[in-house]
């Protein structure tokens, strides 16, 4: 409906990308159901555009292994010029809706570059926009593998982000990667991993029977907004003289349509040669139901011209015709453009059934019409017909004629469903005025009942159904029925005052003099133009004005008035029309009040502070507190009141706002309520939160929650406001007082020293490690800058184990600064010391402690804290999935997910890619050696997920040489196979095997995750191999029924261990004596 939001879903597709070496980059994890395959349910663009700034910082720290885009080399490092091909591509969307037939075609150049076997393309989807400046895309080179007896060119094309092929940047923010694959008619991608161009002659033409195009993705690959760009067909070739005529289409199904009710459909013609053509278009058909306007034309060389075929008939049935495009080139005639066209004509629908009473003629659309159907009651109705499709309309056109002199009413009965969000569909309908929509509708389902007075003459109702975006849900739709006209004598003058009362509202003075306008509404309902003869008031304070025009019958006619006023009090008013239907009385209102003294509410800092507040619906003053007007009244209306404080910090000062306050509003945390909002805003930055419910309003209840909003009640030199509203929602009701108080306001102000700081984390406990390679723990402290200049660190001085890293960046006023410490131990044993953090504001001393436990008797450590250095694995399936660090897996370090520490181990079952997985995935740990006495083996193992735990594995114990073969793998004999259940995706299993027959050799422990699908992730963690006199010494858990918590460890929200509970959410793993570790999530306020 074109008054209705066009808006676009933002499809958020998230994929799950396991990286090839095992340390890497995080990737997202969003729920099962996305799909960015489906070309239906694409990221809006435009909404991906706006958010390319924060994309751009995250891609400057994430720097993207790619081609550089300069002059290409041969293998013998002399420079390679690329030849430009001309380039014709179809896409699968026209005008943003899919099209499996194809969309839009782009001509463009390619260069192309051939060294023996390898070929090189550059612009290979001309994504660079010059006449867009901010949103810029880069292109880079792509590379392929030739095969001469093929006459193939092999461009990889893995769906996985760490092994794709990247094509460019765009917008700046987002990474582009090659795709290609078959779509099917849902517009869903199934990807191949490699994209294959076929070679005509000596590389006189390119083309491919694959779909291909860009997807896009965050910096680190973590999260895919589906497709940039998708080809249905394409074809490059070198230039040469004469014409070649080209057209992607060699069908045309027009669809369905009614008798008499044409269809057009376009195809473009590509030119794919130098010179200009000039061709013949004829058509043959079933009785002439196929034509076309286009019958000559001309094509330039190397660009594309369009023609138009039109399918009517006048009987149902169905259609074929031959269309024929003629052209000659320099060798003469060439060979024709055929294309096959069809269409069926079907009877127009009978829309009798809908009618009541009334004479009706209807019309409905031929890409999506309105259908008779039969409500479960035998109720008979006209219905749209979306289908789910995307960018689709239905709509249903009514028409009729209210006599000359007589008065219409149009009455009808129907709902509206809409089972998305409010964005997602809409029905309405139009009233004449096929520009503005009379009524619109987006609700889950919507009564639209409702009757039109018309006017004498003829009139075009139209319901319309609009579906923005795919779903495939035909429960998403509108029906009408019971429509129904009735015509009455008019009076030949007659009219109906709208607004017997008009009130001004209130309006404050304070010193100055109060204005204001509205309009008294007549309605003509008489046959004669309404006029307005002569007009009058009893008090001065009002001012009618003779309008000059007329109104129709049925239309309005307004008269403005004027009020003036320079005191406070109330004003009241009768005004008289004079009209050509009689005449009229007005009661006329308006209210004027004194500007209260805001200052009564201030404890601190008057001097600095003018207030402002909405006349309209004010602030008032009682005593030493400030509340709405509104307070305790019947809403009618949504209304908001509204007081601001404007207030001004001297140079070389802070101030430290505060207030007292206590909204009352709507029970619950509801938007559809009664509320209290408050506004910020600093020279610097601003901030809006909000306030539900009966709660405390004051400074710290509402700004206090976290330390990134206490930080907006600080405020720094310049100038300053705050706004308190109080938002009443127009249902009638309150509660409580109805009101936002305010009292006890302060601005505290002091000097602002130029550097000054604060260490927020004085103490670091790091996670005990082992010594070795890749072994240290992280700990992070924060900086708060209390100053007026950035906050810099100089340097960090300390003695070994502990070390710093001196950030590169710097932190403004009021903002926190993170420096990252190390513990990184050549020796067992605990270690206490400091790091002093030298500042532009001073030295700042961290007392750091640490454990670095002994690795005696201990043959494998794998605890997965070191990256898992010197692990590997086998992707045995080649599925492009396999085993990966936790850190890769969540998109980071979440504690609560592991076994112990930061970091496991884990397997997928289910990608988000490629669905349902059976994967068969090898893990190998690094050769050791086991003693003559033999050795012991414990991990443990969970399901990442309760719902679909049942992951399998087997361990496997290998030499090296049978690791280093693959083939030799599937002859391994298990010591263990396990499917893991409900419990283990809560709790760990623990596993302990003996390695005695292994005794004195060299071996490698194997994990195989295999004969499963469609899970979720195996997680391993805390895989050691044990000396047996270390084993016997203690090491093995105790078997107690009462397990005894032995150990405890805290992090915070961003996974760094701390001494005691942190403001916010904590997360707190209990060791117990059994071997089992719990976790539990703290929230600290």
């Known amino acids: 409906m074109k008054t209705l939001p066009a808006l676009i879903i933002a499809f958020g597709l998230s994929i799950a990308t396991y990286a090839q070496q095992l340390p890497g980059k995080p990737a997202d994890i969003l729920p099962k159901t996305f799909n960015p395959l489906n070309l239906q349910r694409q990221y809006d663009g435009k909404l991906l555009m706006e958010q390319a700034a924060k994309h751009r910082q995250v891609l400057s720290s994430h720097p993207v292994a790619r081609p550089k885009p300069t002059s290409l080399k041969r293998a013998d490092g002399q420079s390679v010029d690329t030849v430009a091909y001309f380039t014709a591509a179809q896409t699968y969307m026209k005008n943003y809706s899919f099209t499996y037939d194809g969309g839009d075609i782009k001509i463009y150049d390619i260069g192309i570059a051939v060294d023996g076997t390898k070929v090189t393309f550059k612009n290979l989807f001309n994504l660079y926009d010059p006449d867009n400046t901010y949103y810029v895309n880069t292109e880079y080179p792509v590379e392929g593998v030739y095969d001469p007896q093929q006459k193939t060119i092999t461009i990889p094309a893995s769906t996985n982000f760490a092994n794709a092929t990247v094509v460019g940047i765009l917008g700046g923010a ?48 973590s999260q895919s907004y589906g497709q940039y760009v998708t080809y249905r067909s394409f074809r490059a070739v070198l230039p040469k003289a004469g014409s070649q005529l080209v057209a992607f289409n060699s069908s045309f199904d027009f669809g369905t349509t009614f008798p008499n009710t044409p269809i057009d459909r376009t195809v473009t013609l590509i030119n794919m040669g130098a010179d200009a053509a ?101 109720t008979a109705v006209a219905q749209s017909m979306t289908h789910g499709d995307g960018n689709a309309s239905s709509w249903l056109n009514v028409k009729f004629t209210v006599p000359d002199g007589q008065v219409g009413r ?98 404050i003075v304070d010193g100055n003099t109060v204005e204001g306008e509205a309009e008294i509404t007549l309605f003509n309902k008489g046959l004669a133009p309404l006029t307005v003869n002569a007009v009058g008031c009893d008090n001065e304070a009002f001012t009618v004005l003779r309008p000059s025009g007329s109104a129709e019958i049925l239309k309005q006619l307004a008269v403005q008035v004027a009020f003036r006023a320079d005191k406070a009090g109330t004003y009241e008013g009768k005004a008289t029309l004079e009209t050509s239907a009689g005449n009229f009385e007005v009661t006329l209102k308006a209210f004027v009040r004194d500007m209260p003294d805001f200052s009564k509410i201030v404890a601190e800092g008057a001097e600095s502070m003018t207030f402002t507040t909405n006349s309209q619906s004010p602030f008032i003053v009682e005593g030493d507190m400030a509340y709405n007007a509104s307070s305790q009244q019947p809403d009618y209306t949504a209304n908001t009141s509204w007081l601001q404080v404007n207030f001004s910090v001297p140079s070389g000062k802070i101030g430290y706002l505060s207030w007292d306050g206590h909204s009352y509003g709507t029970p619950g945390a509801s938007y559809s309520g009664d509320y209290s909002t408050f506004e910020i805003s600093h020279p610097m930055n601003s901030g809006m939160t909000n306030a539900f419910g009966d709660t405390d309003a004051g400074s710290e209840a509402v700004f206090g929650s976290s330390d990134s909003w206490r930080s907006f009640l600080t405020c720094i030199p310049g100038d300053h406001y705050i706004k308190f509203s109080f938002y009443q929602c ?214 990442h997920s309760s719902n679909r735990p049942s992951e399998t594995y087997s361990v496997y114990v290998a030499t090296p040489e049978q690791v280093a073969d693959a083939g030799s793998l599937g ?115």
Not at 181 to 189: A, C, I, R, S, Y
Not at 824 to 851: M, R
Request: one cysteine or more; aromatic letters at 14%.
């Open 174 to 221: 987002y990474v582009g990667t090659l795709i290609c694959g078959t779509v099917d008619e849902e517009g869903t991608l199934s990807p191949q991993t490699e994209l294959v161009f076929n070679v005509e002659g000596d590389f006189e033409a390119i083309t491919t029977d694959q779909s291909f195009g860009v997807a896009q993705y965050t910096a680190n690959g």
């Open 730 to 943: 127009g249902d009638t009701v309150f509660h409580g007082k109805d009101r936002l108080e305010l009292s006890n306001l302060r601005l505290h102000v002091i000097d602002f020293e130029e550097h000054s700081a604060e260490l927020l984390d004085t103490e670091v406990v790091f996670d005990s490690t082992y010594v070795g390679n890749q072994r240290y723990t992280v700990a992070r402290v924060r900086l708060h800058n209390t100053g007026s200049l950035d906050l810099v660190v100089n340097s960090i001085e300390g003695n070994a184990p502990f070390y710093g890293i001196t950030p590169t960046s710097a932190a403004a006023f009021d903002k926190e600064l993170e420096v990252e410490l190390w513990f990184y131990p050549s020796e067992p044993g605990d270690f206490e010391g400091q790091l002093t953090i030298k500042t532009n504001a001073g030295d700042f001393v961290v007392d750091c402690k640490g454990v670095a436990r002994s690795s005696d008797g201990l043959l494998l450590i794998g605890d997965i804290e070191d990256q898992a250095y010197g692990w590997s694995y086998y992707d045995a399936d080649l599925d492009g999935e396999c085993w990966n660090l936790g850190y890769n897996l969540f998109a980071g370090y979440y504690p609560e997910w592991c076994h112990g520490g930061n970091d496991c181990i884990g397997s997928a079952s289910y990608s988000f890619y490629n669905g349902d997985i059976e994967p068969d995935n090898w893990l190998f740990s690094p050769a050791i050696t086991i003693p003559a006495d033999g050795a012991v083996m414990r991990w443990y193992a969970a399901s």
């Open 278 to 378: 000039d061709f013949v278009t004829t058509v043959e058909s079933d009785g002439e139901s196929f034509t076309s306007a286009d019958g000559m034309g001309s094509v330039d060389g190397q660009d594309t011209a369009s023609v138009t075929f039109r399918f009517s008939a006048a009987e149902p049935g169905e259609y074929e015709g031959i269309a024929m495009i003629e052209y000659e080139n320099a060798a003469g005639s060439a060979e024709p453009i055929l294309m096959q066209l069809g269409g069926v004509v079907e009877p127009f629908p009978d829309y009798s059934g809908i009618v009541k009473g009334g004479d009706f003629e209807f019309s409905t659309g031929v890409d999506y019409p309105f259908a008779m159907q039969t409500l479960d009651d035998g």
């Open 971 to 1085: 002859s391994l004999t298990p010591l263990l196979t396990q499917t893991l259940d409900t419990l283990d995706a809560s709790v760990w299993r623990e596993n302990v095997v003996d390695l005695g027959d292994y005794a004195g050799q060299t071996v490698n422990i194997c994990f195989r995750h295999h004969d499963c699908m469609g899970q979720y992730v195996l997680k391993l963690d805390d895989i050691f191999v044990f000396t047996r006199d270390v084993w016997a010494s203690g090491i093995k858990p105790a078997a107690s029924p009462t397990a005894k918590p032995v150990a405890q460890e805290i992090y915070n929200a961003a996974g760094v261990r701390v001494v005691t509970l942190a403001r916010g959410l904590n997360i707190v793993k209990v060791y117990y004596d059994d071997g089992i570790v719990r976790t539990n999530k703290i929230l600290r306020k």
């Open 410 to 507: 149009f009455s009808w009965k129907g709902k509206s469903f809409n089972t998305g969000y409010w964005y997602s569909n809409a029905g309405g309908m139009f009233v004449d005025d096929m520009n503005t929509a009379y009524a619109s509708y987006t609700d889950a389902e919507a009564t639209i009942d409702g009757e039109v007075e018309l006017a004498p003459g003829e009139h075009n109702v139209k319901f319309q159904y609009d579906s923005y975006y795919y779903s495939g849900i035909d429960d998403n739709h509108l029906y009408v029925y019971d429509l129904c006209l009735e015509s009455s004598p008019a009076d030949a003058n007659a009219a109906e005052l709208v607004t017997p009362t008009v009130d001004f509202g209130n309006f």
